[in-house]
């Protein structure tokens, strides 16, 4: 694998970054993960700094960067906190990303421009109770056609920023009995009668990033509120998944960074038999070893990341992009895991309590191997493609 730079401005729009997560997302991290509080001015301040709607074109309020751009962003609010991070993501790629690559005219010219500043939070209503990895197959929401409407009926779970958006990009059957066909998705403001968050769900990791169960009762949304085109929302769905798998891997990268900077400072710090454990030889083997995963993780991240950055809707979802995205996300998941379980370990039973930030980095990275499809999807992805004809 040939080594991966970053140019003199992406570098400094990640300095920029990292001096902005450090100053003010790193003081929300603890309380966020002990209460699962959600700092409700946030959004609205990380739209006026720019940071939304990164890939988003400037007529709609974004910033008009390529998907590498907005991993760099990811990347160093995930350094101090990956939750806040997590929902970012949620709202920045899953959401507003998709409106802007699949919604027509009117949808972009409506919700874009509040998403871009933050007055908005976006979320996607994808997964079932039930459903997990086939997520479209196992699709059981409906949504009927009644006149200019829609009524829709059923639950999601699992939902990242269910409980504080206002929009949500939702996936529901229109035409019965066609597998993982026959979808459309909608565009749906969270205000709508019969849309309902059924529970806010209590998590190990990622506690400040808000995650529901919704459900929707007869809930009424106009046809003009449809995603791409009537019966073909799993072509937005797998167009989609490669760039939100591709934006999966900074995060990861994020956090290993940061256990890395935590550790090698730990070590130093702490003394056993009247020396810093630094100086202990296996203390450095674990060090070596974390910063050589961390560095072939970002060499291959933003590998990624820059070649998803020239990819359209029509080439995801298929081809070797799909397996290099669903490879990144693996690789760096699983090298995550590493990084941390060999960071926890240095800081012995201060790892092991709760309230430690190494502890709320470690209990983070379980959801990076299940979410955006686990290890054993990204696996069927990769062997899939390598095998064809």
């Not at 998907?67 to 990347?75: D, K, S």
């Not at 504080?164 to 059957?173: E, W």
């Not at 995205?325 to 309590?353: E, R």
């Amino acid at each position: 694998m040939s080594q991966f730079s970053l140019t003199a401005d992406q570098q400094a729009l990640l300095d920029h970054v990292d001096r902005f997560a450090k100053d003010q997302l790193l003081p929300l991290a603890e309380r966020m993960d002990n209460e699962e509080w959600w700092p409700p001015e946030i959004m609205r301040k990380i739209g006026e700094l720019g940071f939304l709607g990164v890939t988003v074109a400037e007529k709609f309020g974004g910033a008009g960067m390529s998907m590498l751009e907005a991993g760099i962003i990811l990347q160093g609010m995930a350094r101090y906190n990956h939750a806040f991070a997590l929902s970012w993501v949620a709202h920045d790629n899953l959401c507003a990303n998709n409106i802007y690559k699949n919604g027509s005219a009117y949808i972009q010219e409506k919700y874009l421009p509040k998403l871009c500043s933050g007055e908005w939070i976006g979320c996607l209503g994808l997964t079932e109770p039930g459903a997990g990895s086939d997520a479209l197959g196992s699709m059981r929401t409906k949504a009927i056609r009644d006149g200019d409407d829609y009524v829709i009926n059923g639950t999601k779970i699992y939902i990242t920023n269910g409980p504080v958006a206002d929009i949500c990009l939702l996936y529901a059957k229109t035409e019965q009995g066609k597998g993982s066909k026959g979808i459309t998705a909608f565009v749906v403001e969270t205000n709508t009668p019969g849309f309902k968050v059924a529970q806010k769900l209590n998590k190990m990791g990622f506690r400040g990033s808000q995650t529901a169960e919704l459900v929707f009762e007869d809930m009424r949304v106009p046809a003009k509120n449809i995603v791409g085109a009537e019966h073909q929302g799993h072509r937005v769905v797998m167009s989609g998944l490669d760039f939100e798998r591709a934006m999966i891997g900074p995060i990861n990268v994020g956090i290993a960074e940061r256990a890395l900077a935590l550790s090698v400072n730990y070590a130093k710090t702490r003394e056993q038999f009247g020396k810093p454990i630094a100086e202990f030889q296996m203390v450095q083997s674990r060090l070596a070893d974390m910063y050589v995963w961390t560095e072939t993780m970002k060499n291959f991240c933003w590998t990624v990341l820059a070649e998803v950055s020239g990819v359209d809707e029509t080439q995801a979802g298929h081809g070797e992009i799909h397996a290099r995205t669903a490879a990144s996300v693996m690789y760096c998941a699983d090298t995550a895991n590493k990084v941390l379980n060999n960071a926890v370990q240095i800081f012995g039973g201060n790892g092991y309590i709760w309230e430690s930030e190494i502890n709320r980095l470690f209990r983070s990275i379980k959801l990076l191997e299940i979410g955006a499809g686990t290890t054993e999807v990204r696996k069927m992805i990769i062997s899939g493609e390598m095998l064809k004809a």
